[in-house]
């Protein structure tokens, strides 16, 4: 079992930075995938950035691209996501996931664990 905590995540203004991080404990996989979801209320999951363990290859959608960056730290067994020039319709719970086999990284029905989230909230 895969345990997952994301932590990070607070109320900022507009134009203002966060880093969230996801510690990972349990069984995991040289070969994973680390990926931040998120979601706002009333709005459907949707895929912000990923992580390949192994090689380091990053992956965002075009919403956050050039604002966020998604790293790892191996010893730590941890993942960041720094956000920078934050907007409002950032606002949303961040989810931090896990991807043990070969999926599609945008895809959140791919991902095998999640953890249960961290409020990100950016006011104009």
């Known amino acids: 079992q895969v345990q997952l905590v994301e932590s990070g995540g607070g109320l900022v203004q507009a134009g203002g930075s966060l880093r969230l991080s996801c510690a990972a404990s349990?069984?995991?996989?040289?070969?994973?995938?680390m990926g931040w979801f998120r979601q706002a209320p009333g709005k459907e999951r949707e895929f912000a950035a990923a992580?390949?363990?192994?090689?380091?290859?990053?992956y965002y959608a075009d919403s956050v691209k050039g604002r966020f960056t998604i790293s790892r730290d191996n010893a730590k067994n941890t993942v960041y996501l720094q956000m920078n020039s934050l907007k409002p319709e950032d606002t949303a719970v961040y989810y931090c996931?896990?991807?043990?086999?070969?999926?599609?990284?945008?895809?959140?029905?791919?991902?095998?664990?999640w953890g249960r989230g961290t409020q990100v909230t950016v006011s104009s």
């Open positions: 996931a896990a991807d043990l086999a070969p999926g599609v990284i945008t895809t959140a029905h791919d991902y095998d664990y």
């Open positions: 349990g069984h995991t996989f040289s070969s994973y995938v």
């Open positions: 992580i390949r363990w192994s090689s380091g290859n990053t």
